[in-house]
């Protein structure tokens, strides 16, 4: 992956993300899954069939984590 671009993030380094800034999974349905975190006003959808997960995608997530592109490489690879 690019780290200097937030396209071509797998679906399994966007899950790893989301679980190391605090976020649960918590339900599946469909090929959606659904993942929470205290303190958000709405759900983060992810869908488990689109891989890799569009750039769009990943800014509404930061977006609603109240976090920046730089965070998500922080979150992603030094922890």
Request: aromatic share 8%; charged share 25%; hydrophobic share 40%.
């Amino acid at each position: 992956m690019n780290t200097q671009r937030l396209s071509n993030v797998s679906l399994a380094d966007y899950r790893l993300f989301l679980q190391k800034a605090g976020c649960t999974s918590t339900s599946i349905k469909g090929g959606h899954e659904k993942w929470t975190k205290r303190g958000l006003m709405r759900p983060i959808i992810v869908q488990t069939h689109v891989d890799p997960v569009p750039e769009f995608i990943i800014k509404n997530a930061l977006r609603s984590l109240g976090l920046t592109k730089a965070d998500f490489f922080k979150i992603l690879f030094c922890d």
